[in-house]
């Protein structure tokens, strides 16, 4: 029992430590890759290649002055950047990070707990996250906050009906919500993705929407809102939104990486390795899935400009949602035609 | 009328075709331009250790030219100061005492010869209008200073000295340098000094 709850524990407190470590990475890439995008060079000073460029960042943020405004509320201010933090940092504990160690007699998976209804935690879990940007955008009592804070809060909600729309249809295909079976059961190449494309377009849309990153960054939009929800903020505070926003970037690749790129999965690798070393060559190939789902991000941010609102409200709600329902109707069609189903 | 560009389109309030309304090949076709920059050769230049370099005609500090015997050329005759559109020159004319000829090229000289280079723009019409090839702007930068007045620049700042001596000679075009061989000039010639 000890053991258990020492190795619970300790895969809790790695799991924590690379989202972090993987969020503070993710700014300096999206500098670099901004950079790059456009021709430059990028953070290059702080250390070799700027690879000590986060630290300094955080240093930067901890040592600016902390200023709460006179006129708003003192406890929704506060907890507003620190939901948007924890909320962020608890999906991480249902994704499979890889398949089990087999250490002595006992198998120790590489998964915190394997809940049934995995993607319904996660989905539960990032509709709380937009209280983070609510209760901070409203206890700033600035309209720019305000603004910024209404329109994630019913982007998010717009967004997270296609979402789960899509992911209907996976489970459709699928038959569990567990993630830990979901993984699992895309051996070699049957990743989900080639048995649902147009879910996975849709899942990665509503994923931008949901992380609010550009093309749908209209809660931050700097260029009207003056940073949108947090505009009031400042020191560490306005660094855990910041950050939040990164680990969110990384949680939604672990996700679409896990639910339809075959998780740890990579095909043709079993005929080399087995045991202890598959399971580590499967923790390296997510995170590299992982890498390039961020990178993907970037990549998008620094390509598109951003939606106008009408019109980010138009494509969620008279295409998206209309093409998940289509999504859902052609994959029971197919199963019906493939005699999964009777 | 002729066109700025080949490339200007004409806009049009049309119906989009589908494949425009999809958005999809519009936003693939984006991300093949950033992904091919990514890997372009950068334009950054890193400044402290590299920099750029200046055109051979650059326009910067300007310097008062002396001649091979080491005697001033200006003659304080005025007309840079009169070309001069920012109103940065003022000098004050002085005449060559006896035993001065080293010093000086010809019987009046500039006591004073003062350029704000505040002032200044660069343009170069100082060194246009000198009948006597006196001034030229040098590929030397302006030092930034904490105090203003330091930016008038006098004649111990403009003045060439004779053992480090400012190169004009890419400031001359290969025609005007060709226009000076003129027997007409022939006593103004930059490097030659009055007997």
């Given at each position: 029992?000890?053991?258990?709850?020492?190795?619970?524990?300790?895969?809790?407190?790695?799991?924590?430590?690379?989202?972090?470590?993987?969020?503070?990475?993710?700014?300096?890439?999206?500098?670099?890759?901004?950079?790059?995008?456009?021709?430059?060079?990028?953070?290059?000073?702080?250390?070799?290649?700027?690879?000590?460029?986060?630290?300094?960042?955080?240093?930067?943020?901890?040592?600016?002055?902390?200023?709460?405004?006179?006129?708003?509320?003192?406890?929704?201010?506060?907890?507003?950047?620190?939901?948007?933090?924890?909320?962020?940092?608890?999906?991480?504990?249902?994704?499979?990070?890889?398949?089990?160690?087999?250490?002595?007699?006992?198998?120790?998976?590489l998964q915190v707990t394997d809940i049934n209804i995995g993607i319904l935690y996660i989905m539960a879990v990032t509709s709380i996250g937009v209280y983070g940007i609510m209760i901070g955008g409203w206890a700033s009592n600035n309209k720019y906050s305000l603004m910024g804070a209404l329109r994630a809060s019913s982007q998010m909600i717009s967004?997270?009906?296609?979402?789960?729309?899509?992911?209907?249809?996976?489970?459709?295909?699928?038959g569990t919500l567990s993630l830990g079976k979901i993984a699992a059961m895309q051996t070699s190449w049957h990743w989900n993705v080639i048995y649902q494309p147009l879910g996975f377009l849709i899942f990665l849309i509503c994923a931008f929407a949901e992380t609010n990153r550009t093309p749908f960054d209209l809660p931050e939009s700097d260029s009207?809102?003056?940073?949108?929800?947090?505009?009031?903020?400042?020191?560490?505070?306005?660094?855990?939104?910041l950050f939040a926003e990164y680990i969110n970037m990384f949680i939604s690749s672990a996700v679409i990486s896990t639910i339809y790129f075959g998780g740890y999965h990579m095909p043709f690798v079993g005929h080399i390795a087995s045991g202890n070393f598959l399971a580590i060559l499967g923790v390296i190939f997510l995170f590299a899935k992982i890498i390039f789902f961020i990178f993907f991000f970037m990549w998008v941010r620094w390509t598109l400009p951003r939606f106008r609102y009408d019109q980010l409200m138009n494509l969620g709600w008279k295409v998206l949602i209309p093409l998940s329902i289509f999504n859902i109707g052609l994959t029971g069609f197919l199963m019906w035609a493939t005699g999964r189903i009777h | 009328?002729?066109?700025?560009?080949?490339?200007?389109?004409?806009?049009?309030?049309?119906?989009?075709?589908?494949?425009?309304?999809?958005?999809?090949?519009?936003?693939?076709?984006?991300?093949?331009?950033?992904?091919?920059?990514?890997?372009?050769k950068k334009v950054t230049i890193q400044y402290p250790e590299q920099t750029r370099e200046f055109a051979p005609v650059y326009r910067g500090q300007h310097v008062l030219k002396r001649d091979d015997n080491g005697a001033e050329r200006c003659t304080a005759c005025g007309l840079c100061?009169?070309?001069?559109?920012?109103?940065?020159?003022?000098?004050?004319?002085?005449?060559?005492?006896?035993?001065?000829?080293?010093?000086?090229?010809?019987?009046?000289?500039?006591?004073?010869?003062?350029?704000?280079?505040?002032?200044?723009?660069?343009?170069?019409?100082?060194?246009?209008?000198?009948?006597?090839?006196a001034i030229f702007l040098t590929d030397r930068k302006v030092d930034s200073e904490y105090q203003r007045g330091i930016f008038v620049y006098g004649k111990d700042k403009l003045v060439e000295k004779m053992d480090e001596r400012v190169d004009v000679s890419k400031r001359q075009t290969k025609e005007v340098i060709e226009f000076k061989k003129h027997p007409e000039y022939a006593h103004n010639q930059l490097n030659k000094s009055l007997k």
């Open positions: 029992m000890m053991s258990f709850l020492l190795y619970k524990a300790l895969l809790v407190i790695i799991i924590f430590v690379i989202s972090l470590v993987m969020a503070m990475y993710s700014t300096y890439g999206e500098r670099k890759v901004a950079a790059f995008m456009q021709d430059r060079l990028g953070p290059n000073r702080a250390g070799p290649i700027g690879i000590l460029q986060p630290l300094a960042d955080g240093v930067k943020m901890f040592m600016k002055e902390e200023i709460i405004p006179n006129v708003s509320n003192k406890f929704l201010f506060v907890l507003g950047p620190s939901v948007a933090m924890f909320t962020s940092c608890i999906t991480g504990a249902v994704i499979p990070w890889g398949t089990s160690l087999h250490i002595g007699n006992t198998y120790y998976p967004y997270e009906i296609a979402m789960g729309l899509a992911i209907i249809a996976l489970v459709m295909h699928t009207e809102l003056i940073g949108g929800y947090h505009t009031e903020y400042s020191s560490m505070k306005l660094g855990f939104y | 009328m002729q066109a700025l560009t080949t490339r200007s389109k004409v806009a049009v309030d049309k119906k989009m075709t589908l494949k425009e309304r999809l958005y999809l090949p519009a936003i693939i076709g984006g991300m093949a331009i950033t992904l091919k920059h990514f890997f372009m100061a009169v070309a001069c559109p920012a109103e940065a020159i003022t000098m004050t004319a002085a005449e060559r005492k006896k035993g001065e000829e080293n010093l000086y090229r010809e019987e009046k000289y500039a006591s004073v010869y003062e350029i704000n280079m505040l002032r200044c723009i660069f343009c170069g019409l100082c060194e246009e209008a000198c009948p006597k090839e």
